[in-house]
């Protein structure tokens, strides 16, 4: 019988896209494999965008630890843990390495229970698993997802690197689309909601982070923007939140071929990025997540080390800066330039 392999890898975003080779690498091993996911809810548009995933089953763990003790807390615990049981599992393979991802990946009653090794994880959770893996420190996330894997399950990992998902159409079905409606204008079809994107070739600029210190500055961006209108391209910017709205109104403002997108959801904003002639974007995860969907990206570094967290996409991604060492202009364009 094809094993039966649940994946536990809830949050956050970039960690959510790193975890996708594994299911590459676990379908040429066992192609015909069953393959579930656990994670949080707001990120499960990315596991279902891989065509090697069966099922993907939502949790809400960052939610839960808010409301430990809430009914509503209690309700979702048991709904996960009913639709972990209608499968009867092989291996259950907890690639997070957190107190939270092992308590989530016990709610699966069968199956040998798979982790890191107290020596390779951040948090001392062996007593939690079956079989516990040595997998050195060091490594790229995405290196070490899929080295974890092939340990667990016994198999060689591959030579090549897919994380195996591809833009959606855009614009999208209705039905397919998780933006935020547009209560003033329920009216518009779905091509006319997508009007706001520009006629002529764009790029994607992800300019926002969770950290602060992971900003490039404002005057680069200005001047990154500024420099593509010159070449005949607009630039798009995403945002997700109230903070990231103001700062991709004043990257904007005065601006040529600037666009402030509307809010948009993660599959939409998928669709976007897989129209983009290219994405340039700060350490944060959709930077990761536009190289995972095969677009030319260029990651800007400028707080942390690009060789443990950079964009990981041979041929079509490229990191420029470092810890304490910000890239100029000179060199994004350099950098996008040998993409080219």
């Not at 590459?24 to 548009?45: C, G, H, K, L, Y």
């Not at 998902?165 to 039905?175: K, L, Q, S, V």
């Not at 680069?220 to 420099?227: D, E, N, P, T, V």
């Not at 010159?230 to 630039?235: H, K, M, N, T, V």
């Amino acid at each position: 019988m094809p094993p039966a392999i649940l994946l536990v890898k809830t949050s956050s975003l970039g960690d959510v896209v790193h975890n996708l080779p594994v299911v590459s690498d676990i379908r040429t091993a066992f192609p015909q494999a069953r393959i579930d996911w656990v994670v949080e809810r707001a990120f499960a548009s990315i596991p279902s965008l891989h065509p090697g995933v069966d099922r993907v089953l939502g949790c809400s763990v960052r939610a839960w630890r808010k409301r430990p003790f809430g009914t509503g807390t209690r309700a979702d615990i048991r709904q996960l843990r009913h639709e972990l049981d209608e499968c009867t599992y092989d291996a259950v393979i907890d690639t997070q390495g957190l107190l939270k991802s092992a308590l989530v990946s016990r709610l699966a009653s069968s199956g040998v229970h798979h982790g890191l090794d107290w020596r390779s994880s951040r948090e001392p959770l062996s007593f939690f698993y079956d079989r516990v893996h040595k997998v050195p420190w060091g490594r790229h996330a995405v290196v070490r997802n899929r080295e974890l894997a092939a340990m667990a399950l016994g198999y060689a990992v591959p030579a090549g690197l897919h994380y195996g998902i591809r833009p959606p159409d855009f614009p999208p079905a209705e039905t397919d689309d998780d933006s935020p409606a547009d209560p003033d204008r329920p009216w518009l079809t779905e091509s006319q909601r997508h009007s706001w994107l520009p006629s002529k070739p764009f790029a994607v600029l992800l300019h926002a982070s969770s950290a602060e210190a992971k900003f490039w500055p404002e005057y680069q961006w200005k001047k990154l923007i500024a420099h593509l209108s010159g070449e005949g391209l607009a630039s798009v910017l995403p945002w997700g939140s109230a903070g990231e709205h103001a700062r991709a109104v004043a990257l904007a403002e005065g601006l040529r071929d600037a666009v402030v997108a509307p809010r948009l959801g993660l599959r939409t904003l998928a669709g976007v990025i897989g129209k983009a002639a290219f994405c340039i974007g700060v350490d944060t995860g959709l930077t990761h997540f536009a190289a995972a969907l095969g677009t030319k990206t260029v990651g800007i570094y400028v707080a942390t080390d690009p060789e443990a967290t950079g964009v990981l996409a041979p041929g079509n991604g490229v990191n420029v800066g470092g810890k304490g060492n910000p890239p100029t202009l000179v060199d994004v364009l350099y950098a996008l330039k040998n993409l080219q």
